[in-house]
């Protein structure tokens, strides 16, 4: 089954400890993007990656690292989380740019 | 600045109603998508468009690219519609999707 795949779904941290989110596509997709979700202000883009070892920075990458070692693998990395990047995230990967966009089940990241 | 506005923010209706929810955009675009968000937070893709019009079973997408504009119909709503549907669009400049804030939609039986 054609899928994109975040693990956890949910997680409580503590400000400071650092923690990954993983994302996995199975589709061969070249374009892979990490978004946050908070109420009022919609999807916000983090990061994305147009392809193996291609990253650039969304509207909202401060706090954020990824990486693009592989093609169906787009990690997020948290170094040192707060309270502020409590949020729903969602990573989706498509085909290209410009085609349709598969969404993972989404991760919800509380930080204390 | 908000790259895509959507309308309403919130919207009910009774089972069998016929639904619109507006998106206007600013920005110059390749492709428009409407997704859909449940309850319970996953969204999937209903559909992506650069002109014209799509439907799918109940479903119709339209967009006008000169008015930067697009509606997402649904006819005959049922309770299980209930969703926030989200426009979204690629910028025909940069590689990056901006959304809208979404439309919470209950349809009540």
């Known amino acids: 089954e054609a899928q994109v795949t975040q693990n956890p779904r949910y997680l409580i941290t503590v400000t400071g400890k650092k923690l990954t989110v993983t994302c996995s596509q199975n589709m061969n997709h070249e374009y892979m993007s990490w978004y946050r979700q908070d109420p009022g202000l919609g999807l916000r883009q983090i990061y994305y990656s147009m392809n193996v070892e291609v990253t650039d920075k969304g509207d909202v990458p401060e706090g954020y690292k990824v990486s693009r070692k592989e093609k169906r693998n787009f990690p997020l990395i948290l170094e040192s989380p707060s309270p502020n990047q409590t949020s729903l995230y969602f990573c989706?990967?498509?085909?290209?740019?410009?085609?349709?966009?598969?969404f993972g089940q989404g991760t919800r990241l509380t930080v204390v | 600045k908000n790259e895509v506005e959507q309308s309403p923010q919130n919207l009910t209706a009774q089972e069998g109603e016929f639904i619109t929810i507006n998106c206007s955009y600013s920005?110059?675009?390749?492709?428009l998508h409407w997704l859909q968000q449940h309850p319970g937070g996953g969204i999937v893709s209903l559909f992506m468009l650069s002109s014209g019009k799509k439907k799918h079973g109940r479903l119709i997408a339209t967009i006008n690219i000169q008015e930067k504009h697009s509606s997402l119909h649904i006819t005959a709503s049922h309770p299980r519609d209930s969703a926030v549907y989200i426009c979204?669009?690629?910028?025909?400049?940069?590689?990056?999707?901006?959304f809208g804030t979404g439309t919470s939609l209950t349809v009540i039986p």
């Open positions: 920005v110059g675009i390749s492709a």
């Open positions: 989706a990967s498509s085909l290209e740019r410009n085609t349709e966009a598969f």
């Open positions: 979204a669009v690629w910028s025909n400049t940069g590689n990056q999707f901006y």
